[in-house]
C-alpha cells in the first residue's frame, strides 16, 4: 500500500515577516526597511492519512453503502475488492460476533463473499488481530503514496491526452484486464457515480491504445486509478506518459498533491510510481477474509 514524507519539510524553519530584525541587519540592509522575503514559502501543513483514505473513498465510488455501528459496508455487484468490503471508520459499541454475524448476512444476501479492508491508521486498531484469530486471512497489503505537486515537472508532459470518458478508452482497459461483460457494465457504473472532475489518458502505440490510467479532481488533491498497459507493450514508457499527463492536468487545475494505491508486490508498479516522485507512503491497508 515509509520513506521520508512532506511532513519534515521546513521543519524548525523560522521566517522573517515585515518589520522582524536580527542582530546586523541594520549594517545589512543600511538603515533600510527590512524587505519580506517572497523567495521562500513556508512549508505546506502535514497531509493528513485520514483525510486521503476518505478522498480514496469518494474517488472509487461504490454503487451502495451503509453505515453499521462504525463500519463501512459497501457493495458494487462484487467488482474489485475496494467497492465491495466491510471498512472500519470508528469504534462502535454492538459485540464483535454480533457485527461479523450481521456483515455475513448482508454481503451473502448480495450474493458475495465477507472481505475486510483493514486501514492502517483505524481508530479500531485491535480489529485486525480479532478477525485474524477467528479465521480471516490477510491478503495483499497495499501502500498509499503521495507525491506533491510542486517538485513535479510537467514541462515534458502532454495534458491534451487528459479527455473525458470515452468508449474507447473503456474498452482498452476491458481488454487490458480480460473484464467480463458484467464487470464492464459495473465499471461504467462506478464511473457513472463519481461526484468529482476526472480525466481519462489514453496512450497510443501503432495506431492502438496501449495504456489507460484516469484521474479524480478532489478539493486540492488528486487521486490516480486504473492504471493499466497492454501486455504487449510494457516497459515501453507509456503508462508514465498516461500518468504524467493526468498530473500535468491536475496542477493545471490547482492540485497540490496526488496519491495513489500500490500493492506491495507490484514491483514494476513501485518502479514506476518511485521514478514519478510518489515516494512518501502515507499509510497501508489490506484485506482480511475467510477462505472459501
Request: with cysteine; glycine share 8%; hydrophobic share 45%.
Amino acid at each position: 500500500m515509509v520513506e521520508s514524507g512532506p511532513q519534515g519539510a521546513g521543519a524548525g524553519c523560522r521566517f522573517r515577516g515585515v518589520g522582524e530584525h536580527r542582530a546586523g541587519d541594520a549594517a545589512r540592509d543600511h538603515g533600510l526597511a527590512p524587505v519580506l522575503d517572497l523567495t521562500r514559502r513556508p512549508a505546506r501543513p502535514p497531509v493528513s492519512p485520514h483525510r486521503v483514505e476518505a478522498l480514496s473513498l469518494d474517488a472509487w465510488p461504490t454503487l451502495r453503502q451503509q453505515d453499521y455501528d462504525g463500519w463501512l459496508l459497501r457493495f458494487a455487484r462484487g467488482y474489485t475488492r475496494r467497492a465491495n468490503s466491510v471498512n472500519p471508520q470508528r469504534r462502535g459499541r454492538l459485540a464483535l460476533d454480533d457485527k461479523l454475524a450481521a456483515c455475513e448476512r448482508a454481503y451473502r444476501a448480495e450474493g458475495l463473499k465477507l472481505v475486510f479492508r483493514i486501514p492502517s491508521i483505524a481508530e479500531e486498531a485491535e480489529l485486525d488481530e480479532a478477525l485474524a484469530a477467528r479465521g480471516y486471512e490477510k491478503a495483499d497489503t497495499t501502500g498509499v503514496r503521495l507525491l506533491d505537486l510542486a517538485g513535479f515537472d510537467a514541462s515534458a508532459a502532454d495534458p491534451a491526452l487528459a479527455a473525458p470518458l470515452s468508449d474507447a478508452w473503456l474498452a482498452a482497459l476491458a481488454r487490458f484486464n480480460a473484464m467480463t461483460v458484467s464487470q464492464q457494465a459495473t465499471h461504467r457504473a462506478i464511473l457513472g457515480a463519481l461526484a468529482e472532475p476526472a480525466r481519462f489518458a489514453a496512450v497510443e502505440d501503432a495506431g492502438a491504445i496501449a495504456s489507460v490510467a484516469f484521474a479524480v479532481l478532489q478539493d486540492g488533491f488528486v487521486c490516480l486509478n486504473s492504471i493499466a498497459t497492454d501486455a504487449a507493450k510494457r516497459r515501453r514508457g507509456h503508462a508514465r506518459r498516461a500518468i504524467a499527463a493526468l498530473l500535468a492536468w491536475a496542477k493545471q487545475q490547482g492540485a497540490a498533491y496526488a496519491y495513489l494505491p500500490v500493492v506491495k508486490t507490484n514491483h514494476p508498479g513501485l518502479a514506476l510510481y518511485n521514478g514519478l516522485g510518489f515516494r512518501t507512503e502515507l499509510y497501508r491497508y489490506h484485506y482480511r477474509s475467510r477462505p472459501a
